[in-house]
């Protein structure tokens, strides 16, 4: 068996989880090539490995690059870090930081491709901000790539799924876990030139994002939401992330090559 299908072969056994797949290698604990090829054959969707010679450079600089992408449409978004930004934020927003993101994406999206995670509130609305103003979006999932969730999106999903892209660590239809949003966070990220964060609570899911947006000396722009207590975004602003208001702000901090970013957020 050549060592691509190999490396399928180890991402639908292991459930996609990169560390148990490393360990696995190093330690030539490889499963037999009759249980390889059935797994092979349950796989659906297209898929990218590290060993591709179209597998994106900057991907191999990110924390735990992949080492297997199962994905469905349009890989080619994928390609140039320089057309992508990441929108992220809480799954319930108060009407205003809804349409706050909104207004930002829809112009946006003539430039850069949506980059979110499908979930509710933030992430739901960014994706139909860039389909419904002309522009494209990647949807990067937390479970199998055959799976939607949540279910509510499933029309959201099919959308992207045939026209844009959607994208998932996971084969099948593995369902989400905990940890699986924490990895699928650091690929938001790691697939953005910068990450813009739309209303959020404190303590989410949000700041994982965010983490790995800093790490990667991206740009980590906000909007403020107004809410000093308990706003995510207005931390971050505090602690100098640039404040966008206009989509305007992203393209000036996006063109910026100093992308002065001050603050690791804790």
């Given amino acids: 068996m050549n060592s691509r299908n190999?490396?399928?072969?180890?991402?639908?056994?292991?459930?996609?989880?990169?560390?148990?797949?490393?360990?696995?290698?190093?330690?030539?604990?490889?499963?037999?090539?009759?249980?390889?090829?059935?797994?092979?054959?349950?796989?659906?969707?297209?898929?990218?490995?590290?060993?591709?010679?179209?597998?994106?450079?900057?991907?191999?600089?990110?924390y735990?690059?992949?080492?297997?992408?199962?994905?469905?449409?349009?890989?080619?978004?994928?390609?140039?870090?320089?057309?992508?930004?990441?929108?992220?934020?809480?799954?319930?927003?108060?009407?205003?930081?809804?349409?706050?993101?909104?207004?930002?994406?829809?112009?946006?999206?003539?430039?850069?491709?949506?980059?979110?995670?499908?979930?509710?509130?933030?992430?739901?609305?960014a994706h139909k901000a860039a389909l419904e103003n002309g522009g494209k979006t990647i949807a990067v999932l937390a479970n199998g790539i055959d799976y939607c969730y949540p279910s509510e999106n499933s029309e959201l999903y099919e959308i992207i799924k045939k026209k844009n892209l959607v994208i998932s660590e996971y084969y099948g239809t593995v369902p989400p876990e905990k940890n699986h949003f924490h990895q699928r966070n650091r690929l938001i990220a790691a697939f953005s030139k910068g990450t813009i964060v739309g209303e959020s609570k404190k303590i989410s899911g949000t700041l994982i994002t965010a983490n790995y947006t800093l790490n990667l000396n991206r740009v980590l722009m906000s909007i403020p939401s107004g809410n000093i207590k308990e706003s995510l975004t207005d931390l971050f602003i505090k602690e100098g992330s640039p404040v966008v208001t206009e989509p305007e702000d992203v393209y000036t901090y996006l063109d910026d090559e100093k992308k002065t970013l001050l603050c690791e957020v804790k």
């Avoid at 072969?9 to 390889?36: P, T």
């Avoid at 490995?49 to 600089?61: A, G, M, R, S, V």
């Avoid at 809480?90 to 980059?115: H, L, M, T, W």
């Fill in 64 to 125: 735990l690059p992949p080492l297997v992408l199962f994905y469905y449409g349009d890989l080619s978004l994928l390609f140039n870090l320089e057309d992508n930004v990441a929108v992220v934020g809480g799954r319930k927003p108060s009407e205003e930081g809804a349409n706050d993101v909104y207004y930002i994406v829809q112009e946006i999206c003539n430039r850069y491709n949506i980059v979110s995670g499908l979930a509710r509130g933030i992430d739901t609305i």
């Fill in 6 to 62: 190999l490396l399928i072969a180890l991402a639908v056994h292991y459930q996609g989880d990169v560390r148990a797949m490393i360990h696995a290698l190093c330690n030539k604990d490889l499963i037999s090539d009759e249980l390889a090829e059935s797994h092979l054959k349950s796989v659906k969707s297209e898929v990218l490995t590290i060993l591709d010679p179209w597998y994106p450079k900057y991907l191999k600089e990110t």
